[in-house]
């Protein structure tokens, strides 16, 4: 079964997947964690040209959703279809949603677009389920520090738009997402997560 995480940054998606693997473990599956941007050579590479703060090298937005779809191919590729075809469960740190919503939503441009070539770019695959870790863009601000990265740095307005547009897009993805408060603690957020995973895993 496929897996992932998502959500504004702050939200304590770390934190929760993390809690959520060793959970798994602890229910006897063989857990393969990725991190979208990253976890191939080609993926590490692009993440840092995406992410590293201070880099002046320009970004289109265009260019910059493209440079995640690269990422993500050889993601699919190289780990998550490999991993699903041997029985084991992976759990990403984001996927295709977080390009729909980051560059789509809130960056602009078209979110037909953006899924057409996310069809491409993931041969037609997409996580079983969803776990969308919510809170007031202010509240998730508050728990980052002072050190941030190229997407973190684009202020309070980006940051809403992004909500918005990960609660649009839950609306329309049916069962396989699950939105989280993530304003709760996080022993209660992670029983949830459980909750819904094993009913899932039992079917």
Not at 153 to 160: A, D, L, P
Request: with cysteine; charged share 25%; aromatic share 6%.
């Amino acid at each position: 079964m496929f897996f992932s995480f998502d959500g504004i940054d702050g939200v304590g998606k770390t934190t929760q997947m993390n809690l959520f693997c060793q959970w798994l473990g602890e229910q006897g599956h063989e857990v393969v964690t990725c991190r979208d941007p990253g976890s191939t050579p080609l993926g590490e590479r692009v993440r840092e040209i995406l992410l590293t703060s201070g880099d002046e090298t320009p970004i289109a937005a265009r260019s910059e959703m493209l440079l995640y779809m690269a990422a993500r191919a050889q993601l699919v590729e190289q780990v998550i279809q490999p991993a699903l075809a041997e029985g084991k469960t992976v759990v990403s740190d984001r996927f295709l949603l977080a390009n729909i919503v980051y560059q789509g939503h809130a960056g602009g441009i078209d979110i037909n677009a953006i899924r057409d070539v996310g069809q491409v770019t993931t041969q037609g695959l997409s996580p079983d389920c969803t776990f969308l870790l919510d809170m007031l863009p202010t509240a998730a601000r508050d728990r980052m520090g002072n050190e941030l990265d190229r997407v973190e740095s684009r202020g309070n307005e980006y940051r809403q738009k992004l909500r918005e547009g990960f609660l649009s897009e839950a609306q329309h993805m049916g069962k396989s997402i699950h939105v989280i408060d993530a304003a709760r603690p996080v022993e209660t957020i992670q029983t949830e997560l459980c909750e819904i995973a094993g009913q899932l895993l039992s079917q």
